[in-house]
């Protein structure tokens, strides 16, 4: 089929469009024109064919129409052209009326090559309806705004007048037919910032300011304006609208003259009302005034009202008034103002300017009110502000302190923790260290230099072991047999051994009421702390002295009882030397772990630390008070021993017959491999059979395996699952195995050894071999 054939036939399918359709080739010559078009031109199909479409419109050579065809068969873009932009073609309607119309442009393909098809569209219809509506728009805004009371002006950015409504002509007395096409300053007396006003708009769509307008008969009025920027057919309009604002002017300046003299009057009328020229010499005072004075109107006038002022604040008002006159500021002084009897009040003096119109001031309106009330309340405020500015010191003095105090037991805890921690590791190797000792004396044979080194071995184990006790006891780790101990017994019986200890040179008394009452402590370790405090007693008293012990029952609300201690019974023992005492600064440090004041090698600084964690672990608290050359008085605050701690001791079990010569299957659990060893080597040379297992996931495993234990020994710090852990699983499952934990205090929470026997650590082989029968014998029971 030839191309023309092609083309001829898209135009037989588009004839029946209501649009025109033109089709032009790549020389933009018609290939394509339908009926719609034949009809509207007045040229046939066969007219136009294979001629240029420009050459037949050559007024289409002024439009956009030409590049756009070239873009569109180039570069295949669609483009669209308005009737309001461009003279398109001359398109006659039936009637022979223009047809307004847009032509959309479009590329399109036949047989391989690029064609142009432009679709034509009658607008007319629509331009027409759309001419009507903003024609009934504008009718309804001319009607709306004719009714505005309000002048109303368009005008273009050159100021020319293009619009205005009825109330301009009534506001303005020009005719419309007058203000058209005039420069918009006809109306104004200057310019008054509409300049920068039109500068204003370029960046905002409204502003408003006030101008002198001019009215067509030459008076002069105030106008506040509105000016607001709008954009109709490419064109820029600003809408002005004018309000008249003379007689508001007016009033509120009239009205500002009138606030200024009742500001003065109000100012000025609180009670006592006086007035000066502007010289300061007075020409009136109220009845007020008189009243309170007691003196003639005469005699006050001039200068002569100064002689109200009292005679010692004369001087000070003399000089500020004098200043104020010079000024021309607020005068404004708290005096006091004598009556004729004498007596006086104090009254603030106040008195304010009147300016004239050429900026002098005219006179003078003053009051005097009586502050009397307040000047007293103000004295009183000051006294009590310095009562309670001492009595907030005071407070923050007790802050302080109480401050002090906390910061000084977190940093005990803190180093407990750290010396607790400590001692465990220390109790785990000294039971090694003790328990191989043993053995290799046992084991060892018979020879004198061999257990003399033996026992300095031993013995220096046990003075390291020693030293963890007290570690512990500050730490307040250590295991307290809490129990009812009476005072009257435990001192006097520690007597002798107390005089050995100290030397010949050291008088030791005792006073101590039989009424005193028994007290909740461990009884070992209370007799280790007295033994402790009389041997710093005897090291401060070189040349001998005295050592008195006294015991007393302590009120609750004692004045002297710790702040520490909560409220309850209490009994304090007292230790006081005659030694050479202490200053503050040792005195602050004395309770903290390893300070001493002795030489090297004769003290380790943990025997007042010890008696403080023992005081303090059984509820207690520790004071001392010491002073240079005069002595040391140290104060145990022990709780009292309630009724139920006083149970006389149930009578022990019977012995178990056999059970110290039986030899025992033991499973020994235990993390650390040389703690683990050691205690075997005791038990299998105290005769026992051990399995040893390093976890109590493993010691579960034997348990549950065909292996038979009679009794389990088990450490208790060991990670993941503890030895107490271990032991109450296992008293669940095998409720009749005895347990015995093994431990080093350091890490026991409270009560943690309830229903287990307990075997401390560093620990001989004797008390493992005790251990071991109690917990036997305590189970068959």
């Given at each position: ?9 898209v ?5 029946a ?20 078009m034949?009809?509207?031109?007045g040229?046939?199909?066969s ?30 873009s ?13 398109l006659l309607?039936?009637g ?12 399109v ?7 142009c ?48 409504n009825?109330?301009a ?72 609208i ?5 007689e ?32 300061g ?17 005469s005699e006050?006038?001039?200068?002569g ?6 005679k ?18 607020v ?16 009254f ?5 300017p ?17 502050i ?13 502000n ?26 005990m ?8 921690g ?17 053995l ?22 046990e ?7 007290r570690l512990?006891?500050f730490?307040?780790?250590q ?6 101990i009476e005072?009257?017994k ?5 007597m002798d051994f ?6 010949p ?27 402790n ?10 040349a ?11 009120a ?6 710790p ?9 304090c ?6 030694g ?5 600064a ?7 772990p ?27 608290a ?5 002073d ?34 039986k ?25 026992h ?5 390093q ?47 093994a431990t ?9 050894l ?6 401390g650590k ?7 071999a ?12």
């Open positions: 089929m030839s191309e023309g054939q092609s083309e001829f036939d135009a037989a399918v588009v004839d469009l209501d649009v025109g359709v033109i089709v032009l080739d790549e020389r933009q010559a018609v290939v394509g024109w339908n009926d719609w034949a009809r509207v031109t040229r046939s199909r007219a136009v064919l294979g001629s240029n479409l420009i050459e037949l419109y050559p007024n289409l050579g002024g439009t956009r129409l030409p590049s756009v065809i070239t873009d569109c068969l180039q570069t295949g669609s483009s669209i052209l308005t009737h309001s932009l461009n003279k398109l073609l001359p309607g039936d022979g009326e223009e047809l307004l119309h847009n032509i959309v442009v479009r590329p393909w036949a047989n391989g090559a690029p064609r098809m432009l679709q034509v569209n009658d607008v007319s219809v629509a331009v027409a309806r759309e001419r009507v509506l903003r024609e009934r728009q504008n009718a309804r805004y001319h009607a709306i705004v004719d009714s505005a009371p309000d002048a109303i002006i368009t005008i273009g950015l050159d100021r020319t007048i293009q619009w205005a009825g109330a002509e009534q506001v303005f007395g020009y005719e419309l037919s007058e203000l058209l096409d005039q420069k918009l300053d006809v109306l104004l007396q200057h310019d008054d910032g509409l300049t920068q006003a039109f500068v204003e708009l370029q960046n905002a769509n409204s502003c408003t300011l006030q101008v002198n307008g001019r009215r067509k008969p030459g008076d002069v009025c105030q106008f506040e304006v509105s000016l607001g920027r709008w954009k109709a057919d490419e064109r820029v309009f600003i809408t002005t004018w309000r008249d604002v003379t508001r002017t007016n009033a509120e300046a009239a009205l500002r003259a009138s606030e200024g003299r009742h500001r003065a009057l109000l100012e000025a009328l609180p009670q006592l009302v006086w007035t000066c020229d502007q010289n010499e007075c020409d009136y005072f109220n009845p007020q005034w008189q009243a309170y004075t007691g003196a003639p109107f006050h006038l001039g200068s009202w100064l002689k109200a002022i009292h010692e604040d004369t001087p000070a008002f003399t000089a500020s008034w004098k200043s104020a006159l010079a000024e021309g500021g005068f404004d002084a708290d005096v006091r103002l004598c009556r004729s009897d004498g007596s006086h009040r104090w603030k003096m106040r008195s304010i009147v300016w004239a119109p050429d900026g002098s001031i005219s006179r003078w309106f003053g009051t005097a009110t009586d009397t009330d307040h000047v007293e309340a103000r004295e009183a405020l000051r006294r009590s310095e009562e309670l500015e001492a009595l907030v010191q005071e407070r923050t003095r007790e802050r302080e302190l109480a401050l002090n105090q906390l910061h000084e037991a977190q940093k805890e803190t180093i407990g923790q750290l010396t607790g400590v001692a465990h590791d220390f109790n785990n190797l000294l039971a090694v260290i003790l328990g191989s000792l043993s290799l004396k046992k084991w060892l044979p018979d020879d004198p230099r061999t257990s003399r080194l033996l026992d300095g071995a031993l013995q220096g184990a003075r390291g072991a020693t030293l963890t006790k512990l006891a730490a307040r780790r295991e307290l047999k809490l129990e009812a005072i009257q435990l001192i006097p019986d520690m107390l005089r050995q200890s100290l030397g040179n050291i008088n030791i008394s005792i006073d101590i009421p039989p009424d005193v009452e028994p007290v909740k402590i461990d009884a070992n370790q209370l007799e280790l702390a007295l033994m405090l009389a041997v710093n007693a005897r090291d401060a008293m070189p001998g002295g005295a050592l008195v012990i006294t015991c007393r029952n302590a609750a609300a004692a004045s002297q009882r702040p520490a201690l909560p409220p309850g019974d209490y009994v023992i007292s230790v006081a030397d005659t050479e005492g202490m200053d503050q040792t005195l602050a440090k004395a309770m903290e390893f300070f001493t004041t002795k030489g090297l090698g004769k003290g380790t600084g943990l025997g007042l630390s010890m008696v403080q964690g023992l005081t303090v672990q059984s509820g207690g520790l004071t001392m008070t010491s240079v050359g005069k002595g040391t008085v140290v104060n145990l605050w022990l709780p009292r021993a309630r009724r139920e701690d006083m149970v006389a001791p149930a009578a022990g079990p019977p012995p178990v017959g056999g059970a110290a010569g030899q025992l299957r033991v499973l020994l659990v235990d993390d650390d491999p040389l703690v683990r060893m050691n205690t075997a080597y005791l038990l299998m040379d105290l005769g059979s051990v399995m040893e297992a976890s109590g996931a493993q010691a579960l495993q034997l348990l549950d395996s065909d292996a038979r234990f009679d009794v389990l020994l088990t450490d208790y710090a060991m990670p993941g699952m503890t030895g107490l852990d271990l032991a109450t699983r296992v008293k669940v499952s095998k409720p009749k195995l005895p347990i015995v934990l080093g205090y350091a890490e026991l929470p409270p009560d943690a309830l229903g287990f026997p307990r075997l560093p620990y001989t082989q004797e008390q493992l005790e251990s071991l029968e109690a917990a036997i014998r305590e189970r068959v029971n």
